[in-house]
């Protein structure tokens, strides 16, 4: 499944891309979800084993940031046992001074139960647009 968002900033791309490409702000974004994130590697591409409770149980997965183009394009992913993700986040200078942030979520289920999530999520027009628009302006806030 993909899922594909876009957020606008008033600030100049370097500055949403720093925000963006900061471990620490990652690990607030999921501590503000609920998500344990303990980082494992550090930068330059910083990777974390992470915990949320989901569906009456614990569930472990892990994620990685890397600047697969530098200065443009950041690359999260995400795996685990149920389901795996590339969160490509793509950095364009707006004319007017700003930055669009242009995301791409590639999500492919492995189990029965994150296969169900994926297809409420297909189901209810918008609702995956709206979590990845809410996680790109989460990551990239002043």
């Known amino acids: 499944m993909q899922i594909k968002a876009t957020r606008d900033f008033v600030r100049q791309?370097?500055?949403v891309l720093?925000?963006?490409r900061s471990?620490?702000?990652?690990?607030?974004?999921?501590d503000s979800l609920n998500v344990r994130a303990r980082r494992t590697v550090g930068p330059p591409a910083p990777a974390w084993d992470?915990?949320?409770?989901w569906h009456d149980a614990e569930r472990r997965f892990a994620a990685r940031l890397e600047e697969t183009a530098p200065g443009?394009?950041?690359?999260?992913?995400?795996?685990?046992?149920?389901?795996?993700a590339?969160?490509?986040l793509d950095f364009h200078d707006l004319p007017e001074g700003g930055c669009r942030v242009i995301a791409t979520a590639d999500i492919?289920?492995?189990k029965v139960l994150a296969r169900l999530a994926l297809q409420s999520l297909r189901l209810v027009r918008?609702?995956?647009e709206d979590r990845l628009t809410r996680l790109i302006a989460a990551l990239c806030r002043p």
Request: charged share 30%; with cysteine; proline share 2%.
């Open 126 to 128: 918008g609702k995956g």
């Open 108 to 110: 492919t289920a492995h």
């Open 86 to 88: 590339a969160v490509t």
């Open 13 to 15: 791309r370097a500055q």
């Open 23 to 30: 471990p620490e702000r990652f690990e607030d974004v999921m």
């Open 18 to 20: 720093d925000k963006a």
């Open 72 to 84: 443009q394009t950041l690359l999260l992913s995400l795996a685990s046992d149920l389901a795996d």
């Open 50 to 53: 992470c915990r949320v409770h």
